[in-house]
């Protein structure tokens, strides 16, 4: 699927990154399987670019090529799309969004970043603050994680559940499960409304996390990216692998699978996401809507007039 293209928006292929479509597929995590991080994902895979200068010059076309493509998407007003970016801490997230996201049309570009529920999202069910965030059609909307942290970050710190104000029968063994279930239900509602969903977890390595954080601790410009709370949550490194994991192995579906992306070299990261967004943008077969005939022959008359306005000089 990935690998099709459709020659007739072939002003829209500039982007040179059709030799990495054929990468695109190893990234998936595929449905109803079961994965291991450690085993199945490289956090330093950079398949045969050699170069980062190479890869960045296929990016900066690519960012074109989806800078067009949005255009559509906007004026076609059918779909909307979803992008969620999942992530330890220094994986790139930020750098993903500034980056290739950067010839997006703002006014078509939506971004949310969830930190700690505040007391009023509190007072809903955990979907909830995501639901008012979610793209409208015509626009790309972008969570800077989401409503998939409340089967990581509270599965890794369980304590976190008491400060839900779920009524205790509901709070079981049972409440991962459950919750994975609802996830699922809520993007195929979302995909049978038009809404495409990308789902991308930034895979860095703990030893480049180390030196990232080194680096903000080290570099007074990056001093503000840290926390010592970030140093703290290293400590728990192995139980959030596990958590992702079997998030994985639960929500990667059909209609929204997980796509696990190498961010030890962020300049590879950069280009595998744009990659995929292109790629599932070009599979929608968007185009701008045509105009009716009677529309067409106003069009034309307005030319008619506009140009016996002409000031002759």
């Known amino acids: 699927m990935a690998g099709h293209h459709n020659q007739t928006d072939s002003s829209l292929n500039p982007f040179p990154i059709k030799r990495l479509v054929d990468f695109i597929r190893p990234f998936v995590v595929p449905p109803g399987q079961k994965i291991s991080l450690v085993q199945d994902y490289d956090p330093a895979y950079k398949a045969s670019y050699l170069k980062k200068s190479e890869a960045e010059n296929e990016l900066s076309e690519g960012i074109e090529a989806l800078a067009k493509y949005q255009d559509i998407l906007y004026a076609q007003n059918t779909y909307g799309l979803l992008i969620i970016l999942q992530a330890m801490d220094a994986a790139g997230k930020d750098s993903i969004i500034k980056h290739v996201m950067s010839g997006i049309n703002p006014q078509g570009c939506q971004v949310y970043s ?44 369980p304590e976190i559940l008491d400060q839900r104000q779920l009524p205790p029968s509901l709070i079981t063994k049972h409440i ?104 599932r943008l070009k599979e929608l077969n968007l185009h701008y809507p045509k105009v009716s005939e009677e529309k067409h022959q106003e069009l034309l008359q307005a030319k008619v007039m506009l140009e016996s306005q002409a000031i002759v000089t």
Not at 132 to 149: D, Q, T, V
Not at 251 to 267: L, Q, R
Request: hydrophobic share 40%.
């Open 114 to 157: 969830f930190k700690t529920p505040s007391a009023e999202e509190l007072e809903h069910g955990y979907l909830w603050r995501c639901f008012k965030a979610l793209p409208e059609r015509g626009r790309i909307g972008i969570f800077n994680r989401s409503y998939y942290e409340e089967v990581l970050v509270t599965r890794v710190h």
């Open 176 to 279: 991962w499960k459950n919750r994975f279930e609802e996830i699922n239900n809520f993007e195929k509602y979302l995909v049978n409304n038009g809404i495409v969903i990308l789902k991308f977890f930034l895979n860095v390595s703990k030893e480049e996390q180390r030196k990232r954080f080194l680096e903000r601790i080290e570099i007074p410009e990056k001093n503000w990216k840290f926390s010592v709370n970030d140093a703290k949550e290293r400590t728990f490194w192995d139980d959030y692998m596990s958590a992702y994991e079997d998030m994985f192995n639960h929500t990667s579906t059909e209609w929204a699978p997980w796509h696990v992306i190498p961010a030890d070299h962020k300049w590879f990261t950069r280009l595998v996401v744009a990659g995929i967004i292109y790629t």
